[in-house]
């Protein structure tokens, strides 16, 4: 409701926007993934723009129900939710046809619409946003990556760069930015984080945050892929473009707080983290 309520001053305020309003991207089937716990269903928008390969190695492990049953065994309170194989003894184990995964940390920048923050930041050159994505560029090595941001979604791996197999997880709070262009981000919530940030905690002194009590350790029950549902009952869902005019606006939004509750006008200053471009359910 706020997003539209937020689309809706925008184009009272503004007619001719009204009038030439960019049509929100529609996420492709194949590229949204559906996970159903206890609390609800988490979305999330897959991005092989980044991360072809670790993008097909979720559509294929969700096509084998591979995590279904399967839990989130490793929370940790403002840093990550990781969820696949588990440790210990008893782990399943992934067929010979999944070899591990090279790193897909980065990628080059040229062919990229990047739409530019406009703010410094401190862990880039540049930052800014690639089809609704938070991301980042290096202008001397032409290389642009995915950003740790909350919600966004990454393969685990041990200290080999090139060992992600079937290990995901989720970040659940902002300061992992240090991550960045380490592991290979290839996802981001677009609904449902809510349900994410209920999941049972570990502690992050005490077995780097595994929760011992199996017992404790979230389910997942259903893990998809929408392509593969019905059509009738697969959800879908759509983005607000990046770059576009109400993208540029919804930026501004986040940026100039002069509101005239603002008596002390914050500095003029954002982070693409804290930039969510906004998405929705698409009416069928």
């Not at 969700?62 to 939710?81: H, P, Q, S, W």
């Not at 067929?95 to 040229?110: C, K, M, V």
């Not at 995901?168 to 996802?187: A, E, Q, S």
């Not at 990046?242 to 986040?254: L, N, Q, R, V, Y």
Request: aromatic content about 8%.
């Amino acid at each position: 409701m706020r997003i539209v309520g937020y689309m809706m001053a925008l184009m009272l305020a503004s007619p001719a926007l009204a009038e030439a309003q960019t049509p929100w991207r529609a996420i492709a089937p194949e590229n949204l993934l559906v996970i159903d716990t206890d609390y609800g269903r988490t979305v999330i928008e897959l991005n092989p723009e980044f991360a072809p390969n670790h993008v097909q190695r979720i559509r294929d492990l969700a096509a084998m129900e591979f995590y279904d049953g399967l839990t989130f065994y490793r929370v940790i309170e403002g840093f990550v939710a990781q969820a696949g194989r588990g440790e210990g003894e008893g782990a399943p184990v992934l067929p010979e046809a999944f070899p591990a995964l090279l790193n897909e940390n980065d990628r080059a920048s040229a062919g990229l619409e990047f739409a530019h923050l406009g703010s410094p930041d401190l862990y880039a050159k540049i930052s800014g946003h690639v089809n609704g994505f938070a991301a980042a560029q290096d202008p001397d090595s032409g290389r642009s990556w995915l950003q740790h941001c909350p919600g966004s979604m990454a393969m685990a791996r041990d200290n080999d760069p090139d060992t992600g197999d079937a290990e995901f997880y989720i970040v659940l709070g902002p300061g992992t930015r240090y991550l960045d262009r380490n592991l290979t981000v290839f996802g981001r919530v677009i609904d449902g984080m809510e349900f994410i940030q209920k999941l049972n905690r570990g502690v992050r002194a005490i077995d780097s945050g595994v929760i011992a009590d199996v017992a404790r350790r979230d389910v997942i029950h259903s893990f998809k892929i929408a392509a593969d549902m019905p059509e009738a009952t697969r959800p879908a869902y759509e983005v607000m473009p990046t770059p576009s005019e109400e993208f540029t606006a919804h930026k501004t939004s986040k940026r100039v707080r002069n509101e005239e509750f603002f008596y002390r006008h914050p500095p003029e200053v954002v982070e693409a983290c804290t930039v969510v471009a906004p998405g929705r359910r698409a009416v069928k």
